[in-house]
């Protein structure tokens, strides 16, 4: 089974803090990917990573940046945080880059960790 | 940009059929996936449609009409724990899912 884990489930954190989400997962898979959700918006994506040291911004990457030194490992960093930045953060990662049947392009899921900046 | 719509909410009762409709319109295409996300939860993977025509996986099956930009998730004989939300994704291209905002079925007995 492939299993995503995410360092904290919730978090609260002060206005202007540097604040680190953690991501591992245990599966091998290429890609890693961080996202957001709130309610009435659904999940839209910050940034994702396709190899260790590369990454690319989603829909959404305005405030945030990531880091991948290990294939397993996918950090977001929210480099000072801000109010609008209270949400539901996932991670999610999956293995082939190229989608036809039979490929598993899945996207598998962490618990996500509710982040809330005061 | 990437529109896909979904219902916001329907309920249904317990051992009954319900169909959840997604429709899209993308700047591109190469599949469609359906999860679901119960709540507090993060969202586990149903099923996907690279080609047209219906998928069938034990109690749910999707369908996909490229041509229409359309497609459903059908949930067979509901039980209670499929209360939850079910997302529909479409596959656009470079790695990039883009969501909709979810079903809520709600399951009545």
């Known amino acids: 089974d492939v299993k995503v884990t995410q360092s904290s489930r919730y978090l609260v954190k002060r206005t202007g803090e540097k604040v680190f989400l953690e991501c591992v997962q245990d599966m091998d898979h290429e890609n890693m990917f961080w996202y957001r959700q709130d309610p009435g918006l659904g999940l839209r994506l910050i940034y994702f990573s396709y190899d260790v040291k590369m990454k690319e911004k989603g829909d959404i990457p305005e405030g945030y940046s990531v880091s991948r030194e290990k294939k397993e490992r996918f950090s977001l960093i929210l480099e000072s945080a801000s109010t609008n930045q209270t949400s539901m953060y996932l991670c999610?990662?999956?293995?082939?880059?190229?989608?036809?049947?039979?490929?598993?392009?899945?996207?598998?899921f962490g618990p996500g960790t509710r982040l809330t900046v005061t | 940009g990437q529109n896909i719509d979904q219902p916001t909410e329907m309920t249904a009762t317990e051992g009954a059929i319900v169909q959840i409709n997604c429709t899209y319109q993308?700047?591109?295409?190469?599949?469609l996936f359906w999860y679901q996300q119960h709540a507090g939860e993060a969202p586990t993977f149903l099923s996907y449609?690279?080609?047209?025509g219906l998928e069938e996986k034990g109690r749910f099956s999707s369908f996909l009409s490229r041509s229409k930009g359309y497609s459903y998730l059908l949930l067979k004989e509901l039980q209670m724990k499929d209360s939850a939300s079910y997302l529909c994704a479409v596959y656009y291209g470079n790695n990039r899912l883009a969501f909709g905002k979810g079903n809520q079925v709600v399951v009545i007995p």
């Open positions: 449609n690279v080609l047209d």
């Open positions: 993308t700047s591109g295409f190469n599949g």
């Open positions: 999610a990662s999956s293995l082939a880059q190229v989608l036809a049947p039979g490929n598993h392009f899945e996207q598998y």
